[in-house]
């Protein structure tokens, strides 16, 4: 993904590698000094639907006083194998350091790893966000179709999303959350904000730019806060 392809790209970092030697890439957009947003594209390698918002944001021209940060994929291996892990069948939303637990073996779909942050994608967005400081991140998922509504001013901006996109609020269940990417952010950064869009099985281009609105909007809305509300 050349820079030279989106005109508003200020930086490319290649932050990390992956298993299988591929890059951990994240494009910084916007605005340096202003409030720190960050996109993840896809997590879970068999949910690529995000690449399309990423994809979007990269084109787009983004608001005065937001620095964007899109990283459209932290587990470039698990899309080229098709499979929701990383090329050691780690489900890399199971391996972060915060919260972690043992979940199954090698091939359970939620196998978190022989130990915490044990996957070099984890270890490189972990430092990534630490030097980033991101003070909010949007990580996309499918295929539930949901957000899971949250509470004080995270709760109003997961809210103004849904409210964009037509997603409905509704908690998500069906799985073991330990070793949450969004968790770690929230529990791990000082004054961090992070939640999950499931998106639906499929999007399409149209869909894809009203997600990425959305984003703007958000970060708009971040922006726009009086310090006392952030981090809350």
């Given at each position: 993904m050349p820079t030279s392809a989106y005109g508003n790209v200020l930086e490319r970092r290649v932050f990390g590698t992956s298993i299988q030697g591929r890059p951990l890439e994240a494009f910084r957009m916007g605005d340096p000094k202003g409030v720190t947003v960050a996109v993840i594209g896809v997590i879970h390698g068999n949910e690529e639907a995000g690449l399309l918002i990423t994809d979007e944001l990269l084109n787009m021209q983004i608001p005065k006083g937001v620095n964007l940060w899109v990283i459209p994929s932290m587990n470039p291996d698990g899309t080229a194998l098709n499979r929701r892990g990383n090329a050691n069948r780690v489900d890399l939303n199971r391996n972060f350091p915060y919260g972690w637990a043992r979940i199954g073996q090698p091939g359970y779909w939620q196998y978190s790893g022989p130990n915490r942050a044990s996957e070099p994608e984890t270890k490189a967005l972990v430092s990534f966000f630490r030097v980033i400081k991101p003070?909010?991140?949007?990580?996309?998922?499918?295929?539930?179709?949901?957000?899971?509504?949250?509470?004080?001013?995270?709760?109003?901006?997961?809210?103004?999303?849904?409210?964009?996109?037509?997603?409905?609020?509704?908690?998500?269940?069906?799985?073991?959350?330990?070793?949450?990417?969004?968790?770690?952010?929230?529990?791990?950064?000082?004054?961090?904000?992070?939640?999950v869009v499931e998106l639906?099985?499929?999007?399409?281009?149209?869909?894809?730019?009203?997600?990425?609105?959305?984003?703007?909007?958000?970060?708009?809305?971040?922006?726009?806060?009086?310090?006392?509300?952030?981090?809350?």
């Open positions: 003070a909010l991140g949007v990580w996309y998922h499918q295929d539930l179709n949901i957000i899971s509504p949250g509470v004080g001013f995270e709760g109003e901006i997961r809210a103004r999303y849904g409210a964009i996109t037509g997603l409905p609020m509704k908690r998500i269940t069906g799985g073991t959350y330990t070793g949450v990417a969004a968790t770690w952010q929230k529990r791990g950064l000082k004054n961090s904000m992070a939640f639906g099985k499929t999007l399409n281009t149209d869909e894809a730019k009203v997600h990425a609105s959305a984003v703007l909007d958000i970060s708009m809305m971040l922006r726009n806060a009086p310090s006392s509300k952030l981090g809350k």
